[in-house]
């Protein structure tokens, strides 16, 4: 079936430091993928998304390009911040696997100042 | 729209009590999941439901976890009888049906459930 893998954390990074998290995924059919963000305490919240190869989806300085041939969705900043501080989690849904949703394991990130 | 709402936010159950969590999706969307979140699983898929139809419950983990969707704006999960391993934050998210690019899902808030 459908899966996310991605990096495993913790990560821990100075401020205006470059993040990447890493994340590759596994689907019978097209999947649209994603980025999530969860601040402590919270539920998750969609951070960007890309629904179809090459595309690039970003916001608030994140980015990550759906790449088919490798199976990947890697997120990017240039430069990090304190209030970056989450888990993040990769994530595709399936429109041709009755819209099935699938998440990576999470990836958490520290930045300190 | 106010968003996937979950009630209750918090609950303290004793072991063998029956839980039922709550969730109202955001009015329109087709797809609702129950999602548990613990430090050692991360966030596993429990159930779905499309047009209020059971998907796929390949995640629930055992028969003491039941989750029903009677009508698209309401959906309760229920453990009977619940345990301590059971304590987790439950989230519950819906999704507008469609093609490919509107899949994203919305989250509620959760429910963090704590068995004791």
């Known amino acids: 079936g459908d899966s996310v893998t991605q990096m495993e954390g913790p990560v821990t990074l100075s401020e205006e430091a470059f993040l990447t998290i890493n994340c590759t995924y596994t689907?019978?059919?097209?999947?649209?993928l994603f980025w999530y963000v969860q601040y402590p305490g919270e539920g998750l919240q969609l951070l960007l998304k890309a629904t179809k190869a090459d595309d690039k989806g970003s916001n608030k300085g994140f980015e990550a390009t759906y790449r088919k041939e490798t199976t990947s969705f890697h997120l990017e900043k240039g430069s990090v911040q304190v209030s970056d501080s989450a888990v993040y989690f990769c994530a595709l849904s399936d429109p041709y696997n009755n819209n099935d949703m699938r998440f990576g394991a999470g990836t958490r990130l520290t930045v300190k100042p | 729209d106010a968003g996937v709402i979950q009630s209750p936010r918090h609950e303290v159950t004793e072991m063998g009590q029956e839980v039922t969590l709550r969730c109202k999706p955001i009015?329109?969307?087709?797809?609702l999941f129950w999602y548990r979140q613990t430090m050692m699983r991360g966030l596993e898929l429990l159930i779905y439901f499309n047009n209020n139809v059971p998907i796929d419950d390949s995640g629930m983990p055992e028969d003491r976890f039941s989750a029903k969707m009677p009508n698209a704006s309401f959906s309760t999960l229920k453990i009977q009888p619940s345990e301590p391993r059971d304590s987790a934050v439950y989230f519950c998210a819906s999704s507008p049906r469609g093609g490919p690019g509107s899949t994203e899902a919305f989250f509620g808030q959760g429910t963090r459930l704590t068995v004791v």
């Open positions: 009015s329109g969307h087709n797809s």
């Open positions: 689907a019978t059919g097209y999947p649209s």
